[in-house]
């Protein structure tokens, strides 16, 4: 009984599913378990610079907001898919990268899955204009791409300055700018 209760709820789903092809679905999932795990990483790299021997509360910051928003971006989806008729499809998450060299290094990691998960969606935004869907156009627009150019911004100016600093002086100094403000919080 309780089965076909479930399958009848899925067939009313599909009825309100209008102009929501496929292949953006499938890409809408794709972009889910990106923002996932791209969370993931970012919690991995918040408790890395936590640790005793570490201790740089500023990346630790950084990183902890980057993580709670990634997972927000997913979430977001997830609520749009819904309101489309979509499917949601998670993966399992890729183990992180448990701790870097420096936090240059970490800043360039985050930068080069910025990188990915801004061409994603870019991918995303073509596939939709393709497919006709102005929907899921403007959700895309609204809601990730001024925020991911913004974001990118910030990495890089971040790693900029810690190229200048290039010292353990520096680096102390540049975790307790973060805290400060170079980019004020939103």
């Given at each position: ?38 969370s993931?990483?970012?919690l ?18 950084f990183?902890l907001k980057?993580?709670a928003?990634?997972?927000?971006h997913a ?15 998670l ?5 992180p ?14 930068m ?8 994603h ?43 200048k ?20 919080a939103?």
């Amino acid at each position: 009984m309780a089965w076909c209760f479930r399958d009848i709820r899925r067939h009313m789903c599909m009825l309100m599913r209008q102009n929501f092809a496929k292949s953006c679905e499938k890409k809408l999932n794709d972009q889910i378990n990106m923002e996932l795990k791209a969370s993931h990483q970012y919690l991995a790299m918040a408790y890395h610079f936590d640790r005793s021997d570490i201790s740089s509360p500023g990346m630790h910051r950084f990183f902890l907001k980057a993580s709670a928003e990634e997972r927000e971006h997913a979430e977001k989806i997830m609520t749009y898919m819904n309101k489309r008729g979509g499917l949601i499809i998670l993966s399992s998450v890729p183990q992180p990268l448990p701790c870097f060299a420096n936090s240059l290094d970490a800043l360039k990691h985050a930068m080069k899955m910025e990188l990915e998960v801004n061409k994603h969606l870019l991918d995303l935004h073509a596939l939709a204009g393709k497919e006709a869907d102005p929907n899921l156009c403007d959700f895309i627009e609204a809601n990730f791409l001024q925020e991911q150019v913004d974001g990118q911004k910030i990495l890089a100016d971040y790693i900029s300055q810690l190229e200048k600093a290039q010292n353990q002086v520096g680096e102390f100094l540049f975790d307790k700018y973060m805290g400060s403000g170079m980019h004020p919080a939103k």
